[in-house]
């Protein structure tokens, strides 16, 4: 069994990661970034600032080392936003060892490169064995033991399997998939599709609108995905559809929390500073609008909601867009020799 793993970054995710294996009776060695944040793991066992009511077990070592936090570990978690994965990736490079796993949890799109996450790490560190871990997994959650299910994705079965491994407990069910692209096109999509859910619910829209939008995100979701090299399947599985519900439900989602606050007429950066942590939605709708014009897929609620962070437009004239497009065929086939919509 592991027995050393590395956590990479203290916020809510990576604080409930580090909870749930020492849970298992691994050692922890978690990397805080702030002197705040890390005297309060380190002192009171609890990260008020990112995850309140969640008691840290002494298993859990904070440090602000880097190379403290990796000398010595198994396999290595980054749990930091999206746009730091590039420079912390970097940062690290010079402590990891060849073939070493590193567990990706950060979901999004890098907006320079457009690259999925486990692309930008393979490029840093080209040794390295990634294996990206995702699904519908709120921190207010997992930290606190509630049954949540995720997928282990690599191309290489045995460390999906070992990274299954690793995370499997009773609170904490993890399958794999070889489909890693489809695994993280999905995750990082639905950020912005709860990003336009929350918008609706800003707006006083209802139910009727809400489900509308989730099935069409995940057309959108589904027609870019499959662009990139996804397996269209892997759309209805738990790092699709799955993690496409909970986000856009949830209170626990700061894609859905902030887009409530854009929809009741509050500007983006007064949104960003009163959330607190990272609103990952945002730069990736950015990226995947510049994805869907360099594959020429139409994606109309990304394209409206680009329009909207980025542009200013008025959310009700992008609504009402959206519903005066031209008159169309649903069809849904669920096959991967298709388009699962068209």
Not at 21 to 50: C, D, F, P, S
Not at 61 to 69: G, I, N, R, S, T
Not at 83 to 95: G, N, V
Not at 305 to 317: A, C, I, S, T
Request: charged share 20%.
């Amino acid at each position: 069994m592991v027995k050393k793993i590395a956590v990479i970054g203290a916020g809510s995710w990576g604080t409930a990661l580090s909870v749930l294996l020492a849970n298992k009776g691994m050692t922890v060695k978690l990397w805080v970034h702030g002197k705040h944040v890390h005297h309060q793991i380190a002192v009171a066992r609890e990260n008020t600032k990112y995850l309140p009511g969640v008691m840290i077990p002494g298993n859990v070592f904070p440090a602000q080392a880097l190379d403290e936090v990796l000398n010595d570990v198994e396999a290595t978690v980054l749990a930091v936003p999206s746009q730091y994965i590039r420079s912390l990736a970097r940062q690290i490079s010079p402590f990891i060892a060849k073939d070493h796993v590193i567990v990706n949890v950060a979901k999004g799109l890098e907006t320079g490169s457009l690259y999925r996450m486990s692309q930008v790490i393979q490029q840093e560190i080209s040794d390295a064995r990634v294996v990206v871990l995702s699904g519908p997994s709120h921190a207010e959650e997992v930290g606190r033991g509630i049954p949540t299910a995720v997928v282990s994705a690599s191309p290489n079965k045995t460390d999906s399997e070992y990274v299954q491994d690793i995370f499997m407990s009773p609170c904490f069910r993890v399958y794999t998939n070889p489909d890693i692209i489809g695994v993280e096109m999905g995750g990082a999509l639905k950020n912005v599709i709860a990003l336009a859910a929350g918008i609706n619910d800003g707006l006083g829209y209802g139910d009727n609108s809400k489900a509308a939008l989730i099935n069409r995100g995940m057309v959108e979701i589904s027609r870019l995905g499959k662009a990139a090299g996804a397996s269209p399947s892997t759309f209805w599985g738990l790092s699709g559809i799955g993690d496409l519900i909970a986000t856009c439900t949830s209170m626990h989602s700061r894609n859905r929390r902030a887009g409530i606050l854009i929809g009741q007429g509050k500007p983006l950066d007064q949104v960003l500073d009163s959330i607190g942590m990272v609103v990952e939605g945002v730069n990736t709708c950015k990226a995947a609008y510049r994805l869907s014009k360099k594959h020429n897929i139409v994606m109309p609620v990304t394209e409206q909601l680009y329009y909207v962070l980025f542009e200013g437009k008025d959310p009700r004239e992008a609504v009402e867009e959206l519903m005066l497009r031209d008159r169309n065929h649903e069809l849904g086939i669920v096959s991967d020799d298709y388009d699962l919509f068209q």
